[in-house]
């Protein structure tokens, strides 16, 4: 089956629905695919004690606040999840779940999006599928050695997972601190966190408010062609959301530096201390999934797709949503991806009347 709107929005988490709001505000006639069965995005997927880093006024999409979730400060991943959800329905974005889109082609004044379900013809696509799908893995010797448990972020759900384990964690940045705090408070597990250079914590008073507004100048600064800020880098690697301050303060977050080797039964540094270990965590981030792109071979340096602002500079029709600073300052943030996502419409809505 083949079906034909202006737009099509790969992707159906927050940067999708944000562009669905935006779209719909322009007037244009657009679907939204996304490959997960039930609305929510990747935040179904988290694991159970992860919750935001800002208070739910500031986590909020374009035209709807999220609601305060009942005695807690910054909102669980469930309540994100529901929030979603009632987005979605809220402003009837057309979401076609379980749907999985295999490939993006030109064919003349139209993108064909390559669905499992069928295909659209479209003047425009928005990419809006983020990273979760594609998480990272260094390759490090004797990672086939190993006899333990290997495992992603994107596989960890809760230190119960774990009763009675040796568990190595590695990876210096938020999602490694924060399952680190997650087992050692559990008090039931033997805990290593181990990171390519000190971590570096944020001020206590630092959270998601701060960073969107630190993020934001940065760019400005740069699209000025002014000095580089910094960003979020210069102020630290993890922010102290109250898990991760509780097992700093308890003194359970020292981080050992990266060891050179996994062997049979844990893990070896150059010096030739051994721990042993039952199982490892790799907490060492992702990839942006844009596997689905690659007919229009508009791949450039570190696997981005060169853009200005979200449109593709090597395809016009194509925008680019919710990866990261390169597409959008924020942009990968809830309260961050509104802007882009308004800009994005705009931009199409301009192309297609032109």
């Known amino acids: 089956m083949t079906s034909a709107v202006d737009v099509v929005v790969v992707g159906g988490g927050q940067a999708g629905l944000a562009a669905g709001y935006h779209l719909r505000r322009q007037g244009l006639d657009f679907v939204i695919l996304d490959a997960d069965p039930a609305p929510g995005g990747a935040w179904q997927h988290m694991w159970d004690s992860l919750h935001l880093f800002s208070p739910a006024e500031h986590s909020s999409l374009p035209g709807r606040l999220m609601p305060v979730q009942t005695g807690e400060t910054y909102p669980g991943a469930g309540h994100v999840v529901d929030y979603l959800a009632d987005y979605e329905?809220?402003?009837?974005?057309?979401?076609?779940?379980?749907?999985?889109?295999?490939?993006?082609?030109?064919?003349?004044?139209?993108?064909?999006?390559?669905?499992?379900?069928?295909?659209?013809?479209?003047?425009?696509?928005?990419?809006?599928?983020?990273?979760?799908?594609?998480?990272?893995?260094?390759?490090?010797?004797?990672?086939?050695?190993?006899?333990?448990?290997?495992?992603?972020?994107?596989?960890?759900?809760?230190?119960?997972?774990?009763?009675?384990?040796?568990?190595?964690?590695?990876?210096?940045?938020?999602?490694?601190?924060?399952?680190?705090?997650?087992?050692?408070?559990?008090?039931?597990i033997e805990v290593t966190w181990v990171t390519q250079r000190p971590p570096q914590f944020l001020a206590d008073d630092i959270d998601g408010r701060a960073l969107f507004d630190v993020a934001t100048a940065r760019r400005r600064a740069l699209d000025a062609g002014r000095s580089d800020t910094g960003g979020i880098a210069s102020l630290g690697d993890i922010v102290a959301v109250p898990p991760v301050r509780a097992a700093r303060d308890a003194g359970l977050l020292h981080a050992k530096p990266m060891f050179s080797r996994l062997t049979e039964d844990g893990v070896r540094w150059a010096d030739g201390s051994h721990t042993g270990a039952d199982a490892v965590i790799w907490c060492t981030g992702f990839r942006p999934a844009l596997a689905h792109l690659a007919p229009l071979g508009l791949r450039g340096p570190r696997g981005h797709v060169p853009t200005d602002g979200t449109r593709a500079l090597g395809e016009p029709r194509l925008h680019l949503l919710g990866y990261g600073d390169w597409t959008g300052p924020a942009s990968a943030t809830l309260i961050g991806v509104g802007r882009p996502a308004r800009d994005a419409a705009r931009q199409i809505a301009q192309l297609l009347s032109s």
Do not use: C, M
């Open 89 to 188: 329905k809220r402003y009837d974005l057309p979401v076609q779940h379980g749907t999985r889109v295999d490939a993006v082609r030109r064919d003349g004044e139209r993108l064909l999006v390559e669905a499992d379900t069928g295909t659209w013809r479209a003047r425009a696509v928005v990419s809006a599928t983020g990273p979760w799908s594609r998480p990272f893995l260094p390759a490090v010797p004797g990672r086939g050695v190993f006899t333990g448990r290997q495992l992603h972020t994107v596989n960890y759900r809760s230190p119960a997972d774990f009763a009675g384990q040796r568990v190595v964690v590695v990876g210096g940045g938020n999602s490694g601190a924060q399952i680190t705090a997650d087992l050692a408070l559990d008090g039931n």
